[in-house]
């Protein structure tokens, strides 16, 4: 009954989106034009933070300290240096002074202390040419960004005897959100011609290459439209734009791929127009719809997590997947209902052709389209135990260097070398003393005696680990303490540190924030929600496959290889940006560790994009068995009709992510290069060799089901092609677990393929 409820949705869908194709079509570029003007400047509307848990204690301590304590959180530096003279020069003590009065009177700006009105040691340079004047930028990172804005191009620059840049932790976030738009728009730029030649050769017809893009154009700017409202009501990270761009071309061409070569199969088979349109839509369109559930619940699982840097991209994947999986569902068979054959016009590779090849070829002929893939599966499942242990082997130990990852939180060395903000920061971090802005603070809460505040600093300066302890700083009923830790500022000293102070019995209230304690609560918040998130991941994906495939062990082994396919990547990650291998080469900065939440982002996200192809490859090797009931040449059918569509679209979107990659942006360039890593070993090595040696060695019990879920699977699940006969299905049930007899008795056919 499911069945045929199911195909007659599919019917009225069919009805639906060719009954006035033009209608259709205008429809979409008036909502297209729409999303534009609605998503515009909603960049300038992002973040460039978010990698703090909002619940944790050194975010509380951080709030608390900038309301009661704004001089213990500059976000705003001037380095101010005099050249060859010596900052106690008279003519450039009285020039900072004059600029350090001239900041105290602009609006927003609070805390403006600097070397010349402290005399404090930590903001002097250790060669006496250099001192910073510091400040607090008040409002949120919009806010504070636009007073920068307007502030800085009046301080920037030569001032009498003094030169001064500016830095500081909002002119970080603000260069590196400008740098992004940029590089975003560069990348955009390479990645738009070079996909579309790309589709040129895949397709052949011009007019079909178009069809693609368009859909992934549609995608891309309506997502910024739901970003746009997004950030109405919450933080958006800018980060999650890179997302939106690859997500939009990369799935909405994997999308359109699978649905126009099945249309044009079908219309090289004999079917009219809109009898292609019904049967692509009832197969490929349904796979490309469970397609887009499983990578969206993959990017869903980023909600569990409290950083809105993780949560960005769960908005911004979510609405991207499932706009270019509408788009491909409606637009796309309105267009090709009225192109109908003349999808394959502006054929740029007639030329080359043999005369008399059709557009999809014999199924089964020795020649015709993907015959290679054919023989290949059928070489890969003769030499199954050798094709499978050796790739495995080799997958693992590509992935052994993240056994080594260290976590660490982003900083100013993200950015290129050139930027400003940078320049500031490295020249205090390395000629300054103390290392200023790499310490902790304590917060400390309740009216107490000086005496008790006395004790309390010494107890904190006898912990290991503690190079300085200044403060106390009081004011009404709290006081703060900076405690300068040993060694590097997010170091594991530093986060041991962290963990001593919280411990450390206190006669009022304690609280802890620093660049350490931050990665401290940042690990422990990812590490509390990250079985939720794998959880969610892995159920849902094995219920979607089973609902695919209507087996038990498939959707296991889909998880398994899907972990397989990503160790490259992580491994990868490590290699080159944590030990600074290529570093030269891909112009970046170690820091020697990796942002603790971007290996679960990429995770997240290669591991929905595997499940994309995935459900394209395990769609066409059930519907095969399902007619004819052979599970060896089914994997060779499968591998036949879409190996070579889904190498095509993971070089395509490999394609878009390098471009993403170069950006100037360290952790851009990591997630752009690391998921395009991804995506090749797992088009090109999972799906290619583990996928059919592990099928060949599972024989057909690979589709085995207990009685409960195959009627389960029937009342709710997906059946794409026609049942094989009766016979078939009991001799299916006779030979048990190895199937062994039927699948040699067929090898020659699929031999033959």
């Known amino acids: 009954m499911s069945e045929v409820n199911s195909s007659e949705h599919v019917g009225r869908w069919t009805r639906f989106v060719t009954a006035r194709p033009r209608l259709a079509l205008l429809a979409a570029l008036v909502i297209t034009a729409l999303a534009v003007f609605a998503g515009s400047g909603v960049a300038d509307r992002m973040g460039s933070g978010g990698w703090e848990a909002p619940d944790a204690e050194s975010t509380y301590t951080t709030q608390v300290l900038e ?65 910073i004047v510091a400040a607090r930028i008040e409002g949120d990172e919009k806010g504070a960004g636009e007073i920068l804005d307007r502030i800085a191009p009046s301080y920037r620059g030569t001032h009498g005897p003094v030169e001064v840049s500016v830095g500081g932790p909002v002119a970080v976030r603000h260069e590196m959100q400008s740098i992004i738009q940029e590089d975003l728009l560069r990348a955009e730029l390479i990645a738009l011609p070079v ?68 249309f044009r199969e079908e219309l090289a088979a004999g079917a009219d127009t809109r009898v292609a349109i019904g049967t692509t839509l009832r197969t490929a369109g349904r796979t490309v719809l469970f397609s887009a559930l499983t990578v969206a619940v993959s990017l869903a699982a980023m909600m569990v997590f409290p950083q809105y840097f993780l949560r960005s991209f769960a908005y911004a994947g979510i609405a991207v997947v499932l706009l270019a999986a509408a788009a491909a569902l409606t637009l796309l068979p309105a267009a090709l209902m009225l192109l109908g054959p003349r999808v394959n016009s502006l054929d740029l590779r007639r030329l080359l052709r043999r005369r008399g090849k059709t557009a999809s070829g014999p199924v089964e002929a020795g020649e015709g389209p993907g015959r290679g893939w054919a023989r290949f599966s059928v070489l890969v499942m003769r030499r199954a135990p050798v094709f499978a242990v050796v790739t495995t082997v080799g997958l693992v130990l590509l992935g052994l260097p993240f056994l080594g990852v260290k976590f660490g939180t982003a900083d100013d060395r993200q950015l290129p070398a050139t930027a400003e903000s940078r320049v500031v920061q490295e020249h205090i971090r390395d000629g300054f003393p103390g290392s200023p802005g790499g310490g902790l603070e304590v917060l400390a809460e309740g009216a107490a005696s000086p005496d008790r505040y006395a004790a309390y600093r010494e107890r904190i300066a006898a912990l290991p680990g503690v190079q300085r302890v200044d403060g106390p700083v009081t004011a009404g009923g709290s006081a703060y303490y900076d405690v300068l830790p040993e060694g590097e500022a997010v170091g594991q000293g530093a986060q041991d540190l962290v963990r001593e102070l919280r411990a450390e019995p206190a006669p009022f209230d304690t609280s802890v924030t620093g660049a350490a304690a931050v990665l401290v609560d940042s690990k422990a918040a990812i590490a509390d929600r990250l079985p939720w998130a794998v959880g969610i991941i892995v159920v849902v994906t094995l219920l979607l496959v089973f609902l695919l495939t209507s087996s038990v062990l498939i959707p296991l082994q889909a998880v398994v290889l899907n972990a397989l396919s990503l160790t490259a990547m992580f491994g990868a990650v490590v290699w080159v ?49 399902d007619r004819t009931g052979d599970h060896e040449h089914a994997v060779t059918f499968g591998l036949r ?53 592990v099928m060949k060695l599972m024989g057909r019990v690979t589709w085995w089901a207990p009685a409960p879920l195959r009627a389960f699977h029937q009342r709710f699940g997906l059946s794409e092609g026609e049942p094989a006969p009766a ?17 040699r008795a067929r090898d020659k056919v699929t031999a033959g393929a």
Not at 195 to 206: C, N, Q
Not at 589 to 600: F, H, K
Request: one cysteine or more.
């Open 641 to 693: 009709h879409t190996g070579g569509l889904i190498t095509a679209a993971a070089v395509i979107l490999a394609v878009v992510m390098v471009a993403i990659g170069t950006s100037r942006v360290t952790n851009t360039k990591m997630l752009g290069l690391g998921i395009a890593l991804a995506v090749l070993m797992d088009a090109m090595v999972v799906r290619s060799l583990l996928v059919p040696a």
């Open 577 to 625: 940006f944590q030990d600074g291998n290529l570093s030269g080469v891909l112009s970046f900065t170690s820091t020697g560790d990796i942002e603790t939440t971007l290996p679960v982002l990429m995770f997240c996200v290669a591991f929905g994009l595997s499940m994309d192809y995935g459900v394209f490859l395990l769609s066409r090797i059930k519907e095969e068995y």
């Open 67 to 131: 309301r009661e304590f704004p001089d213990s959180q500059p976000n705003l530096l001037l380095l101010v240096d005099g050249g060859a003279a010596s900052v106690d020069d008279p003519a450039v003590a009285a020039e900072a002074d004059r600029i350090t009065e001239r900041l105290s009177a602009e609006p927003g700006i609070t805390g403006v202390g600097s070397y010349w009105r402290t005399k404090s040691p930590a903001l002097r340079s250790t060669d006496g040419h250099e001192a």
């Open 195 to 262: 996909t579309l030649v790309l589709l040129v050769m895949v397709f052949g017809s011009a007019i079909a290459a178009l069809l693609p893009l368009g859909v992934g154009i549609v995608a891309i700017l309506g997502t910024n439209a739901v970003l746009r409202g997004i950030t109405e009501f919450t933080e958006v990270s800018v980060f999650a734009q890179n997302l939106t761009t690859a997500l939009g071309l990369g799935l909405a061409i994997d999308y359109a791929l699978f649905i126009v070569r099945r």
């Open 727 to 743: 016979g078939d299905r009991e001799a299916e049930g006779a030979e048990g677990a190895d199937g062994e007899g039927g699948d």
